[in-house]
């Protein structure tokens, strides 16, 4: 097979899970996108965490041109992407108890505030003690996850539990287990996989409701531009001021 059949066979499944998300979970982006308008409404914080590759979906909803500003990301040193020599050491973490905890309660999230977590199995001990103590404090939990590893994987959390199973707000990717899209006889793993795809567009599209459903109520969303055109910069400052108190990326 040539690597433009391959190409687009990657393209093709992409877009079936795309338009998998898009018909399956309308109910609950909007259910996520409204608590995220009902928080910046009530003057609370918005967080997002994700461990691994997961960060890569989380880092994209943060500082982002077109994007809420008060998205921040709560970042768990070693597990922010690949950023740690050997990478093999932020799988480890994901799998340590008590570093959510830890993470959590130095953070400046409170009671009141959104924390979206992301995590393609939730199945690790970092993202369902994450759910699990944000809920403590008084956080509100949307969780970005495969259901299906629910089902066709066990847990790595004493609880025996899952991700999805401590949110108040559940969006399933429809990722298989295994994250791999495309097999050939000629390869003996599976290989292509969609995972970042589909949760950053997940993702934006809770953010697209979130600030429609700002604006349906009168509330000016509060969106960053993009620095590379004019004016951008100015619109930025005037809402890092305003929001300053609910910024922390830039302290």
């Not at 391959?6 to 409204?34: Q, S, Y």
């Not at 905890?101 to 994450?130: F, K």
């Not at 999805?164 to 390869?187: F, P, Q, R, W, Y």
Request: proline letters at 3%; aromatic letters at 6%.
């Amino acid at each position: 097979m040539s690597g433009s059949e391959l190409a687009g066979r990657f393209f093709d499944a992409a877009i079936g899970l795309l338009e998998r998300v898009r018909d399956e979970e309308a109910e609950t982006i909007t259910a996520a996108g409204t608590l995220i308008a009902d928080t910046v409404a009530a003057e609370g914080r918005l967080f997002a965490f994700g461990a691994g590759h997961s960060s890569l979906a989380a880092q994209d909803v943060v500082y982002r041109a077109g994007g809420l500003a008060l998205m921040n990301l709560l970042a768990v040193p070693g597990a922010v992407g690949v950023d740690v020599m050997p990478a093999t050491l932020g799988s480890a973490l994901e799998r340590v108890d008590g570093l959510a905890t830890a993470v959590l309660d130095t953070s400046p999230a409170r009671a009141g505030d959104v924390l979206v977590i992301i995590s393609l199995s939730g199945r690790n001990a970092l993202p369902v003690e994450m759910a699990l103590h944000a809920r403590e404090l008084g956080l509100k939990v949307i969780g970005v996850t495969s259901v299906a590893y629910g089902s066709e994987t066990k847990s790595r959390h004493s609880s025996g539990t899952y991700l999805k199973d401590h949110c108040d707000v559940v969006l399933d990717s429809k990722i298989a287990v295994g994250d791999a899209e495309l097999t050939l006889d000629t390869v003996s793993a599976p290989f292509a996989p969609a995972s970042t795809v589909v949760t950053s567009a997940l993702l934006q599209a809770v953010m697209a409701t979130a600030a429609g459903t700002l604006a349906d109520r009168g509330i000016e969303p509060p969106l960053l531009r993009s620095g590379n055109v004019d004016g951008g910069h100015d619109w930025n400052g005037r809402v890092f001021e305003e929001y300053a108190d609910r910024i922390f990326y830039r302290q």
